[in-house]
Nanobody, 117 residues
């Protein structure tokens, strides 16, 4: 059974940094993609950053140059380093994984990130 467990959210002032972690368990093969989405109140869930099969990385335009995603295979963990945080980054951040074999989507429980101005 695939499980994604996030941690690392919290309250930070604008300009600050946070690191989110997502521990992945229950998969055997390398996934199609693994990454982070976010959902702010009243808005749709949106892609923040992801690592696709083969190692390529996609970032939302709004976070390019500020956020970095990377995967530690030895720890089965995906990290999202967030620098120069802005109030508009405030949202619930969700870890996401898509299986290569079936295109099944899996989500973590979410972790709240709040950036104060």
């Amino acid at each position: 059974q695939v499980q994604l467990v996030e941690s690392g959210g919290g309250l930070v002032q604008a300009g600050g940094s946070l690191r989110l972690s997502c521990v992945v368990s229950g998969i055997i093969a390398s996934p199609k993609s693994v990454g982070w989405y976010r959902q702010a109140p009243g808005k749709q869930r949106e892609l923040v950053a992801r690592i696709i099969s083969g190692g390529g990385k996609n970032y939302a335009d709004s976070v390019k140059g500020r956020f970095t995603i990377f995967r530690d295979n030895a720890e089965n963990t995906v990290y999202l380093h967030m620098n120069s945080l802005k109030p508009e980054d405030t949202a619930v951040y969700y870890c996401n994984l898509v299986l290569l074999s079936s295109n099944d989507n899996y989500w973590g429980q979410g972790t709240q990130v709040t950036v104060s101005s």
